[in-house]
T-cell receptor, first 117, second 115 residues
Framework: AQTVTQSQPEMSVQEAETVTLSCTYDTSESNYYLFWYKQPPSRQMILVIRQEAYKQQNATENRFSVNFQKAAKSFSLKISDSQLGDTAMYFCAFMKQYGGATNKLIFGTGTLLAVQP | DTEVTQTPKHLVMGMTNKKSLKCEQHMGHRAMYWYKQKAKKPPELMFVYSYEKLSINESVPSRFSPECPNSSLLNLHLHALQPEDSALYLC??????????????FGPGTRLTVL
């Protein structure tokens, strides 16, 4: 069975600074996807970034980037130039490849990030 | 249209009431999901429908009854709920079978309070 661990329940960062959120996972699968979801106080779960396990290059989306270490089963999220709108709960998630509709998203416990003005 | 909509946004109900939550998507997705989320916790999967057929039921109590009238709509019928069922209920959809990448798109959720 797959597990996802987020060891930082809460974090705080000053506006315009950089912050890194940690995520580790455990799986015996070779092909899978990893995701970071953001859930602001408005409750909408928004996909921030995804990483295909077969790709060595780390994914980036504007101010968001990941450090994917497949051998170490580590998938951290770096947020550069933090903005007040980045304040949210961040969930790391895992999904097997080719699982179809019954392919479950396995979530970590979340990290609550507060961006301070 | 890359949106999943849910109604109502908020719902307050008594333990003897019957109510329904609704979810709709127009992305041509063939899989739809119901999740329950408690405050500061990750979403917990309840049900998965694939091609309008129930494919996963995560041992959810029978007071929750899902329904998928067509590929765009997903309902969750509620009856005789308990106060501990108060939570955010999220709907999601994805392409479904045949796709190597099954990204789930989430709706904004319904905040349910059971008195």
């Amino acid at each position: 069975a797959q597990t996802v661990t987020q060891s930082q329940p809460e974090m705080s960062v000053q506006e315009a600074e950089t912050v890194t959120l940690s995520c580790t996972y455990d799986t015996s699968e070779s092909n899978y996807y990893l995701f970071w979801y953001k859930q602001p106080p408005s409750r909408q779960m928004i996909l921030v970034i995804r990483q295909e396990a077969y790709k060595q290059q780390n994914a980036t989306e504007n101010r968001f980037s990941v450090n994917f270490q497949k051998a170490a089963k580590s998938f951290s999220l770096k947020i550069s130039d933090s903005q007040l709108g980045d304040t949210a709960m961040y969930f790391c998630a895992f999904m097997k490849q080719y699982g179809g509709a019954t392919n479950k998203l396995i979530f970590g416990t979340g990290t609550l990030l507060a961006v301070q003005p | 249209d890359t949106e999943v909509t849910q109604t109502p946004k908020h719902l307050v109900m008594g333990m003897t009431n019957k109510k329904s939550l609704k979810c709709e998507q127009h992305m041509g997705h063939r899989a739809m999901y119901w999740y329950k989320q408690k405050a500061k916790k990750p979403p917990e999967l309840m049900f998965v429908y694939s091609y309008e057929k129930l494919s996963i039921n995560e041992s959810v109590p029978s007071r929750f009854s899902p329904e998928c009238p067509n590929s765009s709509l997903l309902n969750l019928h509620l009856h005789a709920l308990q106060p501990e069922d108060s939570a955010l209920y999220l709907c999601a959809s994805s392409q479904g079978q045949g796709s190597s990448y099954n990204e789930q798109f989430f709706g904004p959720g319904t905040r349910l309070t059971v008195l």
